[in-house]
Nanobody
């Protein structure tokens, strides 16, 4: 089991920055993949940025060059630094963790979400 707690959302003007945090309840070394997804009103949830095996990072095309995912292993925390924010970045942002258990069973965990609103 992994509990995830997000923080750092809020209201920001276009062009501004925010940093989201996701604290995990156990060592992130034991988690196979972690990252961020978002869901805007009336739209499906979409992935934003991910850490996968070997500490590889991946970004959605819509955020590449503006968002940066990072991690602090000592704090069991993953961050999402969001710069040059646009109104279309407005969404609820969710932290996600995937573990692989016995028999290669995948388990998917989600945080409660944090609202990001980009508006003037």
């Amino acid at each position: 089991q992994v509990q995830l707690v997000e923080s750092g959302g809020g209201l920001v003007q276009p062009g501004g920055s925010l940093r989201l945090s996701c604290a995990a309840s156990r060592s992130i070394f034991s988690i196979n993949a972690m990252g961020w997804y978002r869901q805007a009103p009336g739209k499906e949830r979409e992935w934003v940025a991910l850490f996968t095996s070997g500490n590889t990072t991946n970004y959605a095309a819509s955020v590449k060059g503006r968002f940066t995912i990072s991690r602090d292993n000592a704090k069991n925390t993953v961050y999402l630094q969001m710069n040059s924010l646009k109104p279309e970045d407005t969404a609820v942002y969710y932290c996600n963790a995937v573990t692989v258990g016995i028999g290669a069973k995948l388990s998917n965990y989600w945080g409660q979400g944090t609202q990001v609103t980009v508006s003037s």
